[in-house]
């Protein structure tokens, strides 16, 4: 079995560094998820103050705790500047040894290759590290542009969920997207 500290081990990149989530991003993390452009497509609604950051932080720290979910933020490496956070929202172990992860952005980063390059490191994470054998993606219907990130990086469609989920006042159909362990070995 993977000790947390390897696990949450800080990941680096050629432009970016991952570091495990903390209290200390509160403030950075309420900035970003106040942004309604950020938050359109998530399972979350926009922030409207500083106490939903530390609840949602929490949240993140309770299922590491439980070991089960583990999220990292992004920052430039060049200025420490606080780009968005990613990580895997689960993890079951056992016999299925798969993850789903999760990512977001702050728009003046966008198309600029950066949720490229930490995917690229949560991917040889997951796949080196914790040696897991499928992750998965879901996409919110009409998240283009997370469509095409997943595709760039080799994740198959695999299919449409109508209604898959409640949030925001309404029922969403999500995409499913999954990159096998094989196919990462061959492509990365």
């Known amino acids: 079995m993977v000790e947390t500290a390897e696990i949450l081990k800080e990941l680096e990149t050629e432009r970016l560094i991952l570091k495990p989530i903390s209290r200390e991003h509160t403030e950075d993390l309420f900035k970003h998820l106040s942004d309604p452009e950020v938050t359109e497509y998530m399972d979350i609604d926009t922030m409207e103050n500083i106490k939903e950051a530390e609840e949602i932080i929490d949240f993140y720290l309770e299922k590491e705790d439980k070991k089960t979910c583990y999220r990292w933020v992004i920052l430039n490496k060049e200025n420490n500047e606080f780009m968005g956070t990613c990580g895997f929202n689960s993890w079951i172990r056992n016999r299925a040894n798969r993850s789903e992860i999760g990512y977001d952005l702050s728009k003046r980063h966008w198309g600029q ?66 990159l096998l362990e094989d196919e990462y070995r061959n492509n990365f």
């Open 113 to 178: 290759g950066y949720m490229v390059e930490a995917l690229e490191a949560l991917l040889k994470h997951g796949f080196e590290v914790l040696d897991l054998h499928r992750i998965q993606a879901m996409v919110t219907e009409g998240n283009i542009p997370s469509c095409k990130l997943l595709e760039k990086m080799n994740f198959t469609k695999e299919g449409f969920l109508r209604d898959y989920n409640y949030w925001k006042n309404g029922f969403v159909n999500e995409y499913m997207y999954s």
